[in-house]
């Protein structure tokens, strides 16, 4: 299993790779923005959300609508709706070796559901 600061790091790396993304701690959390306004990726750890059921380790990321319900349904040991957030975040786990492509795609598609258009036309997706 992989460390949660390699989580972290992989996490981090791939959200500041994109356009205008900053970092700020949110409810004790790493949380990534878009020209520091609007939260597009959350990362959660047991340690900083000790009330998580089952505890893990795992990324909360906005979701185009009804990709949540069709992640869930897919890959439920993977993907999880988030108990905050609301219906358009998609909780994915990172604990059990994480595919990074996989990874790097939901927060790509979690950017793209918050960044203004200038911004998503810098993206090569």
Request: net charge neutral; glycine share 8%.
């Amino acid at each position: 299993m992989a460390e949660a600061a390699d989580l972290l790091t992989g996490a981090r790396r791939r959200c500041l790779a994109l356009p205008e993304v900053t970092e700020a701690r949110t409810h004790g959390a790493p949380t990534w923005f878009v020209r520091g306004r609007r939260s597009f990726v959350k990362f959660v750890h047991p340690d900083e959300h000790p009330r998580l059921d089952p505890p893990h380790v795992a990324i909360w990321a906005a979701a185009p609508p009804g990709a949540r319900q069709e992640l869930v349904a897919a890959a439920p040991g993977r993907f999880f709706a988030p108990r905050f957030g609301g219906r358009d975040r998609v909780g994915m786990r990172l604990d059990a070796e994480p595919d990074w492509d996989e990874v790097g795609e939901v927060i790509v598609d979690a950017y793209l559901q918050v960044a203004p258009t200038a911004l998503v036309a810098r993206l090569d997706v």
